[in-house]
């Protein structure tokens, strides 16, 4: 039901103007849109640590120029469709952390036979490292490669099988942050029945391999990481389009997940996922999303991590020319498996809350421009996790 995942989109896209993706522009025009844009980001707290504990300046002003792309293509029957930036970070104060910033997605529509299709995905997410996440101050490109493939059938009523596979991979540059590299390996399989006036039912069965593979077993203070866990899914999910102006899913599940060493906790309890999109207008919508999952992270010290999400979106278009966007985001997170690498107290629980809003406007036809607001903070039972920060943004953009 729900596929394992790294942190790094949301570190790197923890805006909703920063970059796009498939929530802003959800049918790009056909063919190739080239946009030359420059991005300003002023943090007072880019660091993100304790103002109680660190003392001294901790803001930084980003600037990133660099290039949006959004394509889409119809061939026959097939469809594929990418969207992303590519740009560079440059920071005025904290210059270490100058990094690539590439966030890329990618998705096709493939028919095979009659009503069957291939859907594959792809994502490339390359920036700094969360450090909020890291633990420790040093330069570190987090680089995400995600790539899936779902078999399955688009039919007005019956049954047909579904099928998927994924793989995920993260690497860190910095050679201290080498051991929490990650790789997940995804694979599912199920039924699904389906019928025009009742909606798409699927039970599935899904297992997920977290493995670390240059982790070589430090064991920190009587503590470990074990080098990987075994994550098994078993779930119904159900999604219905209730009327031209609100469609949802949900699914429910039964987790369970064994770390390969024995020195580390099992977990097994419910996950579960719901989703609506709601637009009351054509100007407006709405978009809900809450999980509970486990997945394979990077950067946390963790074998793996149990972790709750809850979004809020809306966005509402105030002309032709202008909208605007705000929203929540709220996660919990549950470490298992702790490495005492960062800090010589385990994490154990932290919560991560962001308030943020946005305005976007055209300037000319082809020049668009927009700014965001943003705070964001983490409560934690350590205090050197423990941190606020608030960021406002500014772009501009040309297309091409």
């Known amino acids: 039901m729900i596929r394992a995942r790294s942190a790094g989109l949301s570190a790197a896209c923890a805006t909703i103007l920063t970059c796009p993706a498939y929530g802003q522009v959800d049918v790009p025009p056909d063919g190739l849109t080239v946009a030359p844009t420059v991005r300003m980001i002023y943090d007072d707290n880019v660091l993100r640590q304790n103002d109680d504990i660190i003392a001294g300046d901790k803001d930084d002003l980003r600037i990133t120029p660099g290039v949006d792309v959004t394509f889409r293509k119809i061939l026959g029957v097939h469809q594929i469709t990418a969207v992303g930036s590519l740009g560079y970070d440059f920071h005025q104060r904290y210059d270490n952390l100058d990094r690539e910033r590439i966030a890329l997605?990618?998705?096709?529509?493939?028919?095979?036979s009659g009503l069957c299709y291939l859907r594959p995905r792809a994502r490339l997410n390359f920036a700094q490292a969360n450090l909020a996440d890291q633990g420790e101050i040093v330069g570190n490109s987090e680089r995400t490669q995600d790539y899936s493939v779902t078999a399955e059938c688009d039919k007005p009523y019956g049954y047909y099988p579904v099928i998927n596979l994924g793989y995920l991979t993260t690497d860190n540059s910095a050679s201290s942050r080498r051991a929490f590299d990650i790789r997940t390996r995804t694979a599912g399989i199920g039924f699904a029945y389906t019928k025009a006036s009742f909606g798409d039912i699927r039970l599935m069965f899904n297992y997920d391999a977290f493995r670390r593979p240059h982790y070589d077993g430090l064991d920190t203070e009587g503590r470990r990481m074990s080098s990987g866990a075994d994550n098994y899914r078993v779930g119904i999910e159900f999604k219905r389009a209730v009327a031209p102006r609100l469609s949802w899913n949900a699914g429910l599940s039964y987790i369970k997940t064994k770390a390969r060493d024995d020195d580390v906790e099992d977990y097994s309890g419910l996950g579960y996922h719901v989703g609506a999109v709601y637009q009351p207008s054509p100007r407006g919508s709405l978009v809900l999303d809450v999980t509970r999952s486990t997945s394979n992270q990077s950067n946390t010290g963790a074998t793996y991590v149990v972790q709750t999400d809850f979004s809020l979106?809306?966005?509402?278009?105030?002309?032709?020319?202008?909208?605007?966007?705000?929203?929540a985001t709220y996660g919990r997170r549950q470490f298992k498996g702790e490495l005492l690498i960062d800090t010589d107290t385990p994490r154990g629980t932290d919560k991560t809350t962001a308030l943020f809003a946005g305005y976007r406007f055209a300037l000319r036809s082809r020049l668009n421009a927009g700014f965001e607001f943003r705070h964001e903070w983490r409560e934690s039972d350590v205090d050197r996790y423990r941190y606020k920060s608030t960021s406002s943004m500014l772009f501009i953009g040309l297309q091409l």
Do not use: E, T
């Open 313 to 327: 979106r809306g966005n509402y278009k105030l002309g032709s020319r202008s909208s605007i966007q705000a929203g």
């Open 105 to 112: 997605q990618a998705r096709g529509d493939v028919k095979i």
